[in-house]
């Protein structure tokens, strides 16, 4: 008990408590700078690639149905909605990915494709007649990505995206 009672009048001796009016200002704490993580292997960004693409092309192919079904352009308005959403997802999963350097070019230019085909689906999805719902859909098909997506899928071993 004598040890901690000793103990007790150095800390406080060495904390100051003598009186002074001088005061030690402490470095302020910084977190450690966020390490990059390293990229996939391609095994891992084969399995990333397609599990973040499918809920994209899931959306596209249930347009592409609606449209040959001709189904009321209202309800097309929603898939497209849909599309929208989904690709907005899927571009954000595709640039946060950390892909193995033969794939990183070829998803740049993916998204680069991706971000003009968005701005179309969202209008699409904002469409207020038939008319300006098909013009939305052909102008963001015109830049569907396949070339790109192509690319990126070749860079990873993945066969090419064939349409059924």
């Known amino acids: 008990m004598r040890r901690w009672s000793a103990a007790l009048a150095l800390v406080l001796l060495l904390a100051g408590c003598g009186g ?4 030690t200002a402490l470095p302020a704490w910084e977190s450690p700078s966020p390490s990059e993580p390293a990229p996939l292997t ?4 084969k ?18 149905e ?23 997802a899927h571009a954000e ?6 892909w193995p350097a033969a794939a990183q070019a070829p998803v ?13 689906w969202r209008l699409a999805a904002e469409a207020g007649s038939a008319a300006a719902l098909m013009r939305e859909i ?13 690319k990126v ?12």
Do not use: C, F, I, M
């Open 20 to 23: 002074g009016t001088e005061t």
């Open 42 to 45: 391609v095994k891992e960004a």
């Open 47 to 64: 399995g990333r690639y397609l599990a973040v693409v499918a809920p994209y092309n899931t959306a596209l192919e249930e347009l592409e």
């Open 66 to 88: 609606a449209l040959k079904a001709r189904r009321p352009w209202r309800t097309v308005r929603g898939l497209a909605s849909t599309v929208a959403t989904t690709n907005a």
């Open 93 to 98: 999963q595709l640039r946060t990915t950390v």
């Open 108 to 120: 740049a230019a993916l998204l680069k494709e991706n971000d003009v085909a968005l701005r179309h």
């Open 138 to 150: 052909r102008a963001a098909a015109a830049h569907d990505g396949g070339a790109q997506a192509d």
């Open 153 to 164: 899928r070749r860079s990873l071993g993945l066969p090419v995206y064939r349409d059924s």
